[in-house]
């Protein structure tokens, strides 16, 4: 048996080696090479070596002219050197061999944009979603939003937005997105909205954090919007947006109308009972919070205004994420 083994590996060596270069080059699979140099030059793009990856991408296209993906790479490669018009040139050969490729639609569409053809662009993006079996319309929205606002069209990026969450809606790029042009438009309430489902996902950025505080601070409700400079305090000493909060809770605080003195001694009297009544009944009515659907520990430290340190201490729990739906919390100091 070892002996039929041994005759069988020879003949087969014998084989190999009476292979002709012509029988070699005759089995040379040109599509696979293009292939493998476009992924090795897309590879050293991404790496910031532009020469090797142009050498790459030049074999990939002396293999296989006509494949779209090749043409596709070198635009990519044109538009990242800020070659505009070899990269436009290289886009229009990659849509000639792959007319209605969704992929390359859509990042022609967001070239376009980038040279400020926003019309040209939409048009393209439209093509991409349009495509029955293409996979990324969220992000192809979430780029017609992205052009629509550097074009100054703040209610066109909204719509846009809002397309890609439906058929995403836990996209947390665009919900920031969203958030963020929301904020730009003056639409507090909805803003505030969309920061809430961002942070049902248990995302707690600095950027999320202050962009609350903003939609608070529009709402009018000084209460929210200190609270949340509060958490950017606790949470990111350091960070550049917390300064701005703490500094934008200082001077947003309503200034007071001109009186008499003696009456605003007794509205001053009156404004800090209200006031502790106030917070007596919150006290009263916040001594227990039952875990809802979605919350997390952050949530209801904010909900109630109160560090989740001393939550966590007052509840026992082991860290912020030893919390589960339905379980009863203590949320007033023992």
């Known amino acids: 048996m070892k002996k039929l083994v041994l005759i069988s590996i020879c003949l087969l060596l014998t084989a190999c080696a009476s292979q002709s270069p012509q029988d070699r080059m005759n089995n040379f699979d040109a599509a696979e090479a293009a292939k493998t140099r476009i992924s090795l030059g897309l590879t050293y793009l991404k790496n910031g070596n532009f020469s090797q990856a142009k050498r790459n991408l030049d074999k990939a296209l002396e293999f296989a002219p006509q494949m779209a993906d090749v043409h596709f790479s070198l635009a990519y490669y044109y538009q990242r050197v800020e070659e505009f018009e070899q990269a436009e040139k290289s886009y229009r050969q990659a849509m000639q061999f792959d007319r209605n490729n969704p992929d390359i639609l859509n990042s022609y569409g967001a070239f376009l944009c980038q040279l400020g053809r926003y019309d040209q662009a939409q048009g393209y993006f439209m093509q991409a979603v349009n495509s029955q079996s293409y996979n990324r319309v969220a992000e192809t929205y979430e780029n017609l939003a992205l052009c629509s606002r550097s074009q100054g069209q703040t209610a066109d990026a909204i719509e846009y937005l809002e397309r890609a969450l439906n058929h995403q809606p836990g996209r947390s790029q665009s919900l920031m997105l969203l958030a963020e042009t ?3 438009a003056q639409q507090w309430q909805a803003a505030k909205d969309a920061l809430a489902r961002y942070e049902r996902q248990g ?21 929210g919007a200190r609270g949340y400079a509060k958490m950017l305090m606790q949470l990111y000493p350091q960070h550049p947006l917390t300064a701005q909060a703490q500094q934008g809770a200082v001077t947003s ?30 006290q009263d009515e916040a001594q227990w919070h039952e875990v809802q659907p979605g919350e ?20 026992n729990l082991a860290d912020a994420q030893d919390i589960k739906m339905g379980q009863t919390l203590r949320v007033s100091q023992p």
């Open 182 to 184: 929301l904020l730009d």
């Open 253 to 282: 605080a309503p200034q007071p109308e001109v009186r008499s003195e003696t009456a605003a001694r007794l509205a001053e009297k009156t404004d800090t009972a209200a006031l502790q009544s106030q917070d007596q009944e919150v």
């Open 296 to 315: 997390n520990l952050y949530r209801i430290s904010l909900k109630y205004n109160i560090r989740m340190d001393k939550l966590i201490e007052w509840n």
């Open 203 to 223: 995302r707690v950025t600095p950027r999320s954090l202050y962009m609350a505080y903003q939609a608070e601070s529009g709402l009018q409700n000084l209460q």
